[in-house]
């Protein structure tokens, strides 16, 4: 597919009436290890995982390391690859032409809760720059109103201000708002009434509902973050232990890499 193919895609996984389930991955290996299974239509990168493996904290990625990391997971595999692309960094508009150009067509890109004005222009911006480009790009455009980034005021004034700013971002280009936190199903059903049905994305943090769940909450996508770094890196460290102690390489580990 081209690129734009692949944006379509990617639009079309996020218009449907299932949710879209994205495993996030960080490398070569671990995208084509999920791409190969039956249930992956799409693929996310996971921008603090990328960060941890190269020796960055989150958030602390240079933007020539965030887009070597989202090219070498677009490359490795033929799905449609939505990229963690932080803030967009100082030129948000340029950092999406230069992700499309080798093969993104769709981009986690934070709020960082900066001025209102000043967060809806940087979305207007990625998504003019996309539009020029010739591609469906499709921003997830994320808002941190229910994170402690937005202070230490009432939940009802957080909720309210994700919704202006989602609807704000819909309104200026975005696919889909993304809200990050472990939510209950109150505060989804909030959101979606909000921001609207099926223009939702949560994060399945651990404790979140099951994906089914926010599904039926009308939520269009669901990714995982940095949390199946975390799984893996339990898997080796507890794997390692056991060498340390008696233990043998198991015969049924499975040549994936």
């Known amino acids: 597919m081209s690129t734009n193919e692949k944006a379509l895609a990617l639009g079309a996984l996020h218009e449907a009436p299932e949710i879209l389930r994205v495993v996030n991955v960080w490398d070569a290996i671990s995208a084509k290890v999920v791409a190969d299974l039956p249930g992956t239509k799409a693929l996310a990168t996971a921008g603090h995982s990328i960060a941890a493996s190269r020796g960055y904290k989150d958030g602390g990625m240079p933007l020539d390391v965030a887009l070597d990391g989202a090219r070498i997971i677009a490359e490795a595999v033929d799905l449609p690859v939505s990229a963690d692309l932080d803030d967009g960094y100082d030129d948000p508009a340029e950092t999406i032409r230069r992700a499309i150009g080798f093969g993104i067509v769709g981009a986690n890109v934070e709020d960082r809760m900066r001025p209102f004005d000043e967060s809806v222009a940087r979305v207007a911006a990625i998504t003019a720059a996309a539009e020029k480009e010739g591609v469906a790009f499709q921003l997830?455009?994320?808002?941190?109103?229910?994170?402690?980034?937005?202070?230490?005021?009432?939940?009802?004034?957080?909720?309210?201000?994700?919704?202006?700013?989602?609807?704000?971002?819909?309104?200026?280009?975005?696919?889909?708002?993304?809200?990050?936190?472990?939510?209950?199903?109150?505060?989804?059903e909030q959101l979606v009434a909000g921001i609207g049905r099926g223009r939702v994305s949560v994060i399945g943090s651990p404790g979140a509902l099951p994906a089914a769940e926010y599904e039926a909450l009308g939520v269009a996508r669901i990714s995982y973050g940095p949390f199946t770094q975390r799984v893996a890196l339990r898997a080796l460290r507890d794997l390692a232990t056991d060498l340390y102690g008696t233990g043998v390489i198991p015969e049924d580990t499975p040549a994936l890499n």
């Open 140 to 188: 997830n455009a994320r808002t941190d109103a229910l994170t402690p980034r937005s202070g230490d005021i009432p939940l009802e004034q957080k909720i309210a201000e994700a919704i202006a700013r989602g609807k704000a971002f819909l309104d200026n280009g975005a696919a889909l708002v993304f809200v990050p936190g472990g939510h209950p199903g109150e505060v989804v």
